[in-house]
């Protein structure tokens, strides 16, 4: 049963007819002691609570309800209904653990999907499991390592569903093969799976890019152009490196995620899309939130799941596993007899600490396969190939001295216009803005 709380007869009203149609049970309350009454006589599957009431305008009233609600019931899915206006306050109710929001007026389709989505995370959707789809596809992840299965039993149970999810971990860990596998284990495996790498996205193509163009929409536009999430629609729309993204074209995507509506530059004709997001970042959001450098309401539509990805140093079990994986890869790719690998060689890989995790292993084993030309992989093949292991802070030191001496050159060389020297880098103004923070490097902007 569905527990809808507004009161506001008509939008009492209006969402009772949307459920009826649905197929849900559901029950329209409109004060706060009506709906704690409906709660104590028996949970409902999920709650559809507005957050003013007719004393108040502020939204207090409804986050104590939520409170109260999830002193009585803290699993239970409450969305919260709430004007475009007032979004801090619906990302006060997420922080107060409310499983999403919806902005007045709704979209039917859109305000269904969430409800549906709540109910099948909760475990309580009535439907059955899509017919041949018993088995789990691993999209080619190799490990049995207990912090990577985990992860994956996650994925078997929020891939069936609509939920938002974000992928964090170090660089090299794999999260483009997990947001694979979220898409192939879907009801959407059949539609497209669109890849967006927004690390290396400017923000003047940022709209283009992401939402397509019409003829004549700027100088070089000579025909119309479909945008990702239009070529995504039905499927899945993977957005890696989504801390690098700027703040202002994060506003454009957040409206995108919340309406799943978007017109293309240069048109005035909205367009809809059924699209599910999965995004990506070796970044730290929750720290980038409270340095203002990425939107709070942003951060919370786009991790209603996070899967946090362990690194290759912390799964050494899975080490000979994945360079046996690599090394028949490499054979292939590059027409050699595939080696065998013996254990001295994978005790010394798994002594060593991989900053750069999966990438790194498999660029070891295919250089060692390269040089060595031996049927038979030994430790002393690897060391004979393999740099120095450096710690690693050392590791991280050195990297970010090579990033400052590079941003340093390109900004001397664009007298400090940071248009043009993001350009170059293939990073956003806001990422590189951030880089001239940390790396103290503003006496190379002009000032004005």
Partial sequence: MILIVDDDPAIRASLSLLLSHAGHDYKAVATPSEAMDEIRRGLPDVVMLDMNFSRFTTGEEGLTLLRQMKIFAPELPIILMTAWGSIELAVAGMKLGAFDFITKPWDNRQILKTISTALELSGKHKDKPEEGQSTFDRCGIIGRDPALTGVLDTVARIAPTNASVLITGESGTGKELIAEAIHRNSPRRNKPFVKVNLGGMSQSLFESEMFGHVKGAFTDAVSDRIGRFAAADGGTIFLDEIGELDLSCQVKLLRVLQEQRFEPLGSSKTRKVDVRV??????DLPTMVAERTFREDLFYRI???TL??????????????????????????YGVDMPIIDQSA?????????????RELKNLV????????????TAADFEKVATPEMSSATQQSSLEESERTRIIEVLRRCNGNISRAATELGISRQALYRRIEKFDLNDLIPTR
């Fill in 346 to 358: 994978i005790d010394f890989l798994a002594s060593r600490q991989f900053p750069g995790n999966l």
């Fill in 366 to 377: 295919e250089r060692v396969i390269l040089v060595s030309g031996t049927k038979a992989l």
């Fill in 308 to 333: 946090q990805l362990p690194p290759l140093r912390h799964r050494r079990g899975d080490i000979g596993a994945l360079a046996s994986h690599f090394a028949k890869l490499a054979s292939a790719n």
């Fill in 278 to 283: 999965v995004c990506a970042t070796n970044a």
């Fill in 303 to 305: 991790n209603l799941v």
